[in-house]
């Protein structure tokens, strides 16, 4: 189940329906999204795909904000401390160019960078152009006193963050290169997070067997 809330700061601390919702933060980066010059497709490709990957309860949040380092250090900010996400996924702004600024602002508020997913995001992409190695994405772990969330910076195609999130499979189905979402439900485990549970067709979750749980009751 999915609860989208407005497109601008303020809102109360999300109130979870059931102890294992996982609270979303989308945050799509863009000045001419953010000023209506044009439709913003990150922030619907990502419902998407969450509304096909998830099988828990999930609610989420949505920022559209422009492309400068201290709106989006801000809002990372607020979506963690304030409206307690535990996970927050970024789009657009991870390039070399001057006005993208996204892994710097992200690394502004983080508390531990998780570079296993950076690096995995790019293997991901040199499967499809060599300009991969052009991007800067990168994870990190925001801590407060009592919680805890994972920034992660995705790309601004939608064709492009279904790959990084879910891999690639072979002819046979077979997944060939793992998305990055696999690691995700995990990783939100060991911070203190809601226990996530995905649907295996489109990118199933790795645990060590001690941390997998019992089928969640139909």
């Keep these: 189940m ?5 497109d601008s700061p303020g809102n109360h601390k999300l109130e979870r329906n059931h102890p294992d ?3 979303i ?15 913003d497709k990150g922030i619907p490709a990502l419902q998407e795909w969450l509304g096909a990957a998830l099988s828990s309860p999930w609610q989420v949040v949505t920022r559209l904000i422009q492309d400068d380092a201290p709106t989006i250090s801000a809002t990372l900010t607020e979506l963690v ?10 789009t657009g702004g991870t390039g070399p160019s001057r006005r993208d600024v996204t892994p710097e602002a992200t690394l502004a508020v983080a508390t ?3 570079p296993g997913f950076g690096e995995q995001m790019r293997q991901i992409g ?3 152009v060599p300009t991969a190695i052009l991007s800067r994405q990168v994870a990190v772990i925001r801590e407060t006193a009592d919680h805890a969330a994972l920034i ?3 790309p601004g195609q939608p064709k492009s963050i279904k790959e990084t999130l879910e891999g690639l499979r072979d002819a046979e189905d077979a997944v060939k290169v793992p998305g990055i979402f696999a690691a995700v439900p995990y990783c939100i485990d060991l911070i203190g997070g809601p226990y996530v549970e995905t649907n295996a067709e489109v990118v199933k979750a790795f645990r060590p067997k001690n941390a997998v749980r019992a089928p969640r009751p139909a």
């Design 2 to 6: 999915t609860t989208a809330t407005p």
């Design 21 to 23: 919702e996982i609270l």
């Design 25 to 39: 933060g989308l945050v799509s980066i863009s000045d001419r999204a953010s000023t209506g010059v044009y439709e």
């Design 81 to 90: 401390d304030e409206v307690g996400c535990d996970l927050v996924l970024t």
């Design 112 to 114: 531990k960078e998780m």
């Design 126 to 128: 040199l499967n499809f």
């Design 152 to 154: 992660v910076n995705l």
